[in-house]
Structures are given as structure tokens and as C-alpha cells.
């Protein structure tokens, strides 16, 4: 059974930054693939970024490419997505997951959620 924790989220105003911290436990951290998701009521869950289990390759939706960093320390057992220069359509609840296997931007390729962390960027 794996734990996933997600904090860091809040309000701040468009073009501020914000770092999320998703902390996991349970299984082998280091070997599983990680993603990032976001999620406004309404609507599919969405692919933000994501960290390849052990080659350290690196995805980002096209929303996000050049702003948003995926990131995790091994030893914490911990994946981290800094997020610069929000917009307000970057407001939702962010949450961290496993991958499985398969392609990394689909969430039905992921098992174990964190309960989120809302994020909300004010114009």
C-alpha cells in the first residue's frame, strides 16, 4: 500500500509562483514513475507533468511546458512541481500519483492519488 500527501498549495496572484510537495510511503519510492494531475469540477482530470521511475525522463503537458518543473529527491521520498508564472486557468486541485506502466499522460495509467492540494491564481 503506498500514502501519497500533497501540500504547498494556496491563493496567489497570476504571475507568482508556487512549489508543490507530494510525500510518499509504503512501497520502493525510487523505482515508480510519478505524476502530476489537476482537476476543476466539471471536468477530466488533466496531465500536467510527470518523472520516469529511474531514467529521470520528464513530460509536461503543452499548458505548462517552460513554467512548470517536476522534480524529486529519493532520500525524502518526495516529487515536487514548481510552478512559475500562473495564470488563472492554472487554478484546480493538483494531484500527485504512481504510474504503472503505459503511457504517462493518461490517468487511467496511474494507481494510488493523493487527496490533492487546491491551487488558485487569482487575476
Known amino acids: 500500500q503506498v500514502q501519497l500527501v500533497e501540500s504547498g498549495g494556496g491563493l496567489v496572484q497570476a504571475g507568482g509562483s508556487l512549489r508543490l510537495s507530494c510525500a510518499a510511503s509504503g512501497r520502493t519510492f525510487s523505482t515508480y514513475a510519478m505524476g502530476w494531475f489537476r482537476q476543476v469540477p466539471g471536468k477530466e482530470r488533466e496531465f500536467v507533468a510527470a518523472?520516469?521511475?529511474?531514467?529521470?525522463?520528464?513530460f509536461y503537458s503543452e499548458s505548462v511546458k517552460g513554467r512548470f518543473t517536476i522534480s524529486r529527491d529519493n532520500a525524502k521520498n518526495t516529487v515536487y512541481l514548481q510552478m512559475n508564472s500562473l495564470k488563472p486557468e492554472d487554478t484546480a486541485v493538483y494531484y500527485c500519483?504512481?504510474?504503472?506502466?503505459?503511457?504517462?499522460?493518461?490517468?487511467?495509467?496511474?494507481?494510488?492519488w493523493g487527496q490533492g492540494t487546491q491551487v488558485t491564481v487569482s487575476s
Open positions: 500519483a504512481q504510474h504503472r506502466g503505459g503511457s504517462p499522460y493518461s490517468h487511467a495509467n496511474y494507481f494510488y
Open positions: 518523472f520516469g521511475g529511474s531514467g529521470g525522463s520528464t
